[in-house]
Every structure is written in structure tokens, then in C-alpha cells.
């Protein structure tokens, strides 16, 4: 009941912040454009690229975008849910109740959570509407593509929140978008194998993809999930989920560990 109540007040405060409807009504328009390309429009029959892969392209293009858009409030709600309560210090106020820090943090963490999974959840089943509207096709699997990428959310949203107890809050949505680029663009040569024909990851980029948390794999599968073609050939799964795992009680760990010896 105590991380519930700190949670409520943490989505109450989380919905005051304009940044939460600027995101939303940016990714809004993101799926009107999406939903204004009628992949179903496009003629001649000698194109190199076939009806069912412009398919696949125009819900590859939006199931990514829509990603990123939900990944990018993640980072601005988690980047304040400690920091802004320890300037301003209610913090103090709050810890003089019985709670405890790890329960604190735990109420602060889970209105981010809560709010991005919603947005990514209500932005994945307008996609799914149109995308139905526009090409009479809809499986089950493209709405559970957007709730399995709820994992690479919780995850980048405990390694916001860690990253800004190092640095200003500021910088650690930046920090954690770099983070999530180059995971992604380390995973591309491991997901399209036709890639490897034209680039071979070099040391660095097989060091980066097998020691960053694995949000370019998490989105590969996701996409795979969505098109309904898994890429379980070219990605390993158990090791997506022992590296989302140890990186999200490593964050978690560290952001406990980090807290309980701040000076409040």
C-alpha cells in the first residue's frame, strides 16, 4: 500500500507535465502521416519490390517511429521521478513517514512505466486501426508487438532514472537516447543477414552489441513479431533475456545503492 500511494502521486504529478501530451500529439501526427501513405495505392507490375514487402516497410517505418516516440517520453519522465523531488525536497518530507527508500523509488518508477506502456499501447492499437483501415489485414501479433516492447521500456526507464543520479537530469534523457542508437544500429547486421554482404561488424561492433542492453535486439524481435516471421535464426532469445534481465537489476541496484547514500 505505501508504493501504491507514492505511486498515485507520482502519476498525478507525471500527467501535469506538458512534455506527456507534446510527445503524445507528436506521435499522434506520426501515425496520421503513416495512415495517409495507402501502401495499397501504389501501381505497375514490374516494381522490384513487391505488394507484401511495401506491407512489411510501412509497418516496419511506423512500428519503429512509434517506438522511439514512446522510448523518448520514457526518458523524460524517468530522468525527473528521483531528481526533481531530491532539488526541490520533498524527498525528506516524504522519507520522514514510514517507507522505506527501496519502496520510494519503486512508487517513482512505476508512473513512468505506467504512463509510457499506456501511450505505447494506445498509439499501437490506433497503428493496428489504420493499418486494418488501409489494407484489410490484422493479426493478433502486431498488437502483441507493441506490448512485448514494454520490456525495452521498463529497461531503458530504470537506466534513465540510474543514469541521472551521475549526471544532470538534463543530459540523461541524451545520454540514454545515444545508448539506445547505437544498440539498435549494432543489432542491424545481426537481424538482416542480407546486410552482412555489404558490412561485416567489425570487433567493436560485436563488443558493443554483446555488452549494451539489448534494445536494437528487443525491437528486431518486435518488428519480426509484428510481420509475423520471428528472427529466432539470427537472434538468440535466452540471450535477450538474460541481458535485459542483469542490466534491469544492475540499474536497479545501482539506483537503491546510490540513493540510500544521498544526502537528503
Not at 504512463?115 to 489485414?137: D, H, K, M, P, R
Not at 555488452?211 to 539470427?234: R, T, Y
Not at 532469445?237 to 534491469?248: A, F, G, M, Q, W
Request: with cysteine.
Amino acid at each position: 500500500m505505501k508504493i501504491w500511494a507514492v505511486t498515485k502521486t507520482g502519476l498525478k504529478e507525471c500527467l501535469r507535465q506538458r512534455v506527456v501530451y507534446f510527445i503524445f500529439a507528436i506521435s499522434l501526427l506520426f501515425i496520421f502521416m503513416a495512415k495517409g501513405c495507402d501502401i495499397g495505392t501504389v501501381r505497375g507490375e514490374n516494381m522490384l519490390i513487391g505488394k507484401e514487402a511495401r506491407q512489411g516497410i510501412a509497418l516496419g517505418i511506423s512500428f519503429n517511429g512509434i517506438v522511439f516516440w514512446s522510448i523518448m517520453l520514457c526518458g523524460l519522465l524517468a530522468s525527473q521521478a528521483l531528481t526533481r523531488d531530491m532539488d526541490e525536497g520533498v524527498v525528506a518530507v516524504i522519507l520522514a513517514r514510514p517507507i522505506s527508500r527501496e519502496a520510494f523509488v519503486a512508487g517513482r518508477l512505476l508512473p513512468v512505466l505506467i504512463i509510457s506502456a499506456l501511450n505505447l499501447t494506445v498509439l499501437g492499437l490506433l497503428f493496428c486501426l489504420f493499418f486494418y483501415q488501409t489494407t484489410g489485414a490484422l493479426s493478433l501479433q502486431q498488437p502483441l508487438s507493441f506490448l512485448f516492447m514494454s520490456i525495452s521500456l521498463a529497461v531503458y526507464g530504470l537506466m534513465i532514472c540510474c543514469f541521472s543520479l551521475f549526471i544532470p537530469r538534463l543530459l540523461a534523457p541524451l545520454a540514454g537516447i545515444a545508448v539506445y542508437l547505437v544498440s539498435c544500429w549494432s543489432s542491424l547486421p545481426y537481424y538482416f543477414e542480407n546486410l552482412k554482404i555489404l558490412w561485416t561488424p567489425s570487433e567493436t561492433v560485436q563488443r558493443l552489441h554483446l555488452l549494451l542492453p539489448k534494445f536494437g535486439d528487443l525491437q528486431c524481435i518486435g518488428v519480426s513479431i509484428s510481420n509475423g516471421q520471428p528472427p529466432f535464426e539470427l537472434l538468440n532469445p535466452l540471450e535477450v533475456c538474460i541481458n535485459v534481465t542483469l542490466y534491469s537489476l544492475l540499474f536497479w541496484c545501482i539506483t537503491v545503492w546510490v540513493f540510500k547514500r544521498r544526502e537528503l
